[in-house]
């Protein structure tokens, strides 16, 4: 593991002057909010302490006459979360700035303070802001019980307050049994599969597409200027000079595999941020789990497939398990997929094994340019920062299993490649 780069200035850096959407004038708003010079970035003192004010206040309102502590701060690279205890009651407080991730804010990508707290104080107010579509879907998750999901306790000022739900992650219990990372895997799935015929009658959280988060990294010269920062704030010059090397025609490759349209009879409700460490089971292994931060949508299953997939895959990279368990965890994987492609021909077989492999190198491709993308200031998940630290051995596993995509061989190759790297991410 590489130390940080002697390159990284301790200045604030200096923020374009367009960003994405144009100021809305709140100036009353104003008065309570500290902001950074009209030239800066965000920093986390700003988008930090804001988003703790805006708790405490939220909580405050919901419970007057309640005694409210702040607790842990849950480090994310999406939104800033807090567990929180309300008198006797626990539970997690998440805030979101704008909808967008913790690291495209306090990279300059929304403009700067300034105009991002502006730009906030009427976003919270917006029906389709993220986290009040997130509180409907969890409601309509809870309306049927099937998968379950923990409850929503209320929102306001832009605060999502849900219940708690104890107990290990799916990601924690393959680690600790990775020989039944199969039967883990496929018994959460298991409860996915009512979810595919229910009709959600709320707006989607699209955000959460792979491919679309994607191509919107990766367009055209704004793209090119994400891919030329990688790794600057927390790798030595040498190895990130060898990321971006990596990365960019890694990139490039990806854009020109065709994804292929889905049929319309393709498309199901899927959970959409369908991650491990979002499927905890309370009442142990054998009971069905809850489900936490959903992205409802409509898209083809092998999303939810391939999150889950390529989440599987950098939470054993990041865990330091042994050769044993990193084999057991990718046989899990095998049987996994297996009951996905059930008893489809031999076509549809090759054409669903190639686009769940696309999908999981994008979204590893997706999350791990986050983490490398985020200022040294930002705290990130423990996964988070030992996939920054030491990223080359996910990103030649993604390369080297992306390589066959390009080419007339059958899928099988492809995926027979991937999990032998995914064999080799152990110690």
């Keep these: 593991m590489r130390g940080p780069s002697p390159r990284v200035a301790l200045s604030t850096p200096a923020c374009p002057r367009q960003f994405r959407q144009p100021d809305i004038n709140v100036e009353a708003h104003m008065r309570d909010i500290p902001h950074d010079s009209s030239t800066a ?19 405050a309102e919901m419970w007057p006459r309640v005694p ?7 480090p994310s690279v999406t939104g800033y979360v807090h567990q929180l205890q309300v008198g006797d009651r626990p539970m997690y407080a998440k805030h979101s700035m704008l909808g967008g991730s913790l690291v495209s804010v306090l990279t300059g990508e929304y403009g700067t303070w300034e105009a991002v707290a502006k730009r906030q104080a009427a976003y919270v107010d917006a029906p389709d802001s993220l986290l009040a579509r997130e509180a409907k879907q969890l409601a309509f998750l809870a309306s049927d019980g099937k998968p379950r999901a923990c409850a929503v306790i209320g929102l306001r000022r832009g605060v999502l307050f849900t219940e708690p739900v104890p107990g290990p992650a799916l990601s924690a219990l393959m680690l600790t049994s990775p020989a039944e990372a199969g039967h883990l895997l496929v018994r959460a799935w298991s409860e996915l599969v009512p979810l595919h015929s229910r ?14 988060t994607f191509r919107r990294k990766f367009n055209g010269l704004s793209g090119e200027t994400y891919l030329g920062r990688l790794g600057v704030a927390r790798l030595s010059e040498e190895t990130s000079a ?11 490759r990806l854009h020109r595999v065709p994804l292929g349209p889905t049929a319309a009879e393709d498309k199901v409700l899927v959970y959409g941020d369908l991650k491990p460490e979002h499927i905890v089971f309370p009442d142990g292994p054998d009971k069905a ?12 299953p092998s999303v939810d497939a391939a999150k889950l997939i390529s989440r599987t895959t950098l ?3 990041a865990s330091g398990a042994s050769a044993a368990a990193a084999k057991d965890i990718a046989l899990g994987i095998q049987e996994f997929v297996r009951t996905l492609l059930g008893n489809a021909d031999h076509l549809r077989r090759d054409a669903m094994l190639r686009r769940l492999l ?3 190198c994008m979204d590893t491709i997706n999350i791990m340019t986050t983490y490398l993308s985020a200022p040294s200031a930002v705290p990130l998940p423990v996964q988070g920062r030992r996939l920054a630290e030491d990223p080359l051995p996910v990103l030649r596993l993604v390369n080297a299993a992306s390589d066959l995509l390009t080419t007339r061989s059958e899928s099988t190759a492809a995926w027979e490649r991937a999990l032998d790297g995914v064999s080799g991410v152990g110690a």
């Design 41 to 59: 970035c965000p920093t986390t003192g700003d988008v930090f302490g804001y988003a703790s004010e805006q708790i405490h206040r939220a909580a």
């Design 68 to 74: 409210v502590l702040l607790g842990n701060h849950i």
């Design 199 to 212: 009709n959600f009658p709320g707006e989607e959280i699209a955000e959460r597409s792979i491919a679309g």
């Design 242 to 252: 060898e990321v971006i090397a990596l990365i960019r025609p890694l990139v490039l």
């Design 289 to 300: 789990p809850y489900f936490i931060d959903p992205g409802l949508m409509r898209a083809a």
């Design 315 to 317: 939470s054993l990279a």
């Design 358 to 360: 696309l999908l999981w």
